[in-house]
């Protein structure tokens, strides 16, 4: 079965940089697109963008454009996202989740643990 | 930027129809999903393309969309549906940038 497995907790100062991995197992990883997205404390989900199976497309969200980068390494299974310029705002849970691939639009399916970043000083 | 608006909350007994919204310009031409998020989880895909449910998902769920309007229904709703809920979609012409809803938190007492 499709398994998503995050790294763990983090805590960052503000302006620091931030990187969360997410290890693929159960499904051929080269065939499918991987999502972001990012829950603040009590709030709604946030889509941060998505990367294609091969790493050779990206596209992310207007609001963290210039701040996210994804990338991922076909030999380990595993799909990185970094945010830089960390401030409070961002603190939140952060989850990685794999697009099903073989529909006409892009959208998670299953979805990885979670992992909290919390920005502080 | 693209906007889906929800209710913020949705309140039935249990046994009742519960009807969750989603307005978005674009959804007449763009798809609507749904995710189910319970308290400390991660979300669950409950509908896709609009009125596909998944494997797993009770049948109690269906989503449906007209003009402007996708809307996700809960047939019978039951205390273990109390969740919040998300509608997804997109404005992109290339399929390429996508959005969340602001989520509706459904309370079935």
């Known amino acids: 079965q499709v398994h998503l497995v995050q790294s763990g907790a983090e805590v960052k100062e503000p302006g620091a940089s931030v990187r969360v991995s997410c290890k693929a197992s159960?499904?051929?990883?080269?065939?499918?697109?991987m999502h972001w997205v990012r829950q603040a404390p009590g709030q709604g989900l946030d889509w941060l963008g998505m990367?294609?199976?091969?790493?050779?497309?990206?596209s992310y969200s207007q609001n963290f454009q210039g701040r996210v980068t994804m990338t991922r390494d076909t030999s380990t299974s595993t799909v990185y996202m970094e945010l830089s310029s960390l401030r409070s705002e961002d603190t939140a849970i952060y989850y990685c989740?794999?697009?099903?691939?073989?529909?006409?639009?892009?959208?998670?399916?299953?979805w990885g643990q979670g992992t909290l970043v919390t920005v502080s000083s | 930027s693209y906007e889906l608006t929800q209710p913020p909350s949705v309140s039935v007994s249990p046994g009742q129809t519960a009807r969750i919204t989603c307005s978005g310009d674009a959804l007449p031409k763009k798809y609507a999903y749904w995710y189910q998020q319970k308290s400390g989880q991660a979300p669950v895909l409950a509908i896709y393309?609009?009125?596909k449910r998944p494997s797993g998902i009770p049948e109690r769920f269906s989503g449906s969309s007209s003009g402007t309007m996708a809307t996700l229904t809960i047939s019978g709703a039951q205390v273990e549906d109390e969740a919040d809920y998300y509608c997804?979609?997109?404005?992109?012409?290339?399929?390429?940038?996508?959005?969340f809803g602001g989520g509706t938190k459904l309370t079935v007492l």
């Open positions: 990367i294609s199976p091969n790493g050779g497309l990206r």
């Open positions: 159960g499904y051929t990883f080269s065939n499918h697109w």
């Open positions: 989740a794999r697009d099903p691939g073989d529909t006409s639009g892009y959208f998670p399916d299953y």
């Open positions: 393309e609009d009125t």
């Open positions: 997804y979609s997109t404005d992109s012409s290339d399929n390429m940038l996508w959005v």
